[in-house]
């Protein structure tokens, strides 16, 4: 499956890293490296992750990754996966 970051999730991981360097660039860089690939291993295992708790839809589903949940679509049909979503845990989406 081919995996799509569009725009909603690049411009919060981008805030979220800016926010994280302001204390510790390096841990920024890290962390950065670190939701990427995790991103890319659901390639894989697309609906290894919970069904959304934010979405009634199947194909919605929540990664949960150093206390953010990643929010992604699974399109079968389509044969890609969105990440659309990043949220910390006391945000609402």
């Keep these: 499956?081919?995996?799509k970051v569009l725009?909603?999730?690049?411009l919060k991981l981008?805030?979220?890293?800016?926010?994280?360097a302001e204390?510790?660039?390096?841990?920024?860089?890290?962390?950065k490296k670190d939701i990427l690939?995790?991103?890319?291993?659901l390639e894989a295992l697309p609906y290894k992750h919970r069904k959304s708790i934010y979405f009634d839809?199947?194909?919605i589903r929540d990664?949960?990754?150093?206390?953010y949940t990643i929010v992604y679509r699974v399109k079968p049909k389509e044969e890609c996966i969105e990440v659309f979503g990043l949220l910390k845990y006391e945000d609402k989406l």
């Design 63 to 67: 990664l949960v990754f150093k206390g």
């Design 37 to 41: 690939k995790t991103i890319k291993e």
């Design 14 to 20: 981008a805030d979220q890293v800016e926010y994280i």
């Design 57 to 59: 839809d199947e194909n």
């Design 23 to 31: 204390d510790k660039p390096q841990a920024a860089r890290k962390f």
């Design 7 to 10: 725009k909603s999730f690049s």
């Design 1 to 3: 499956m081919k995996i």
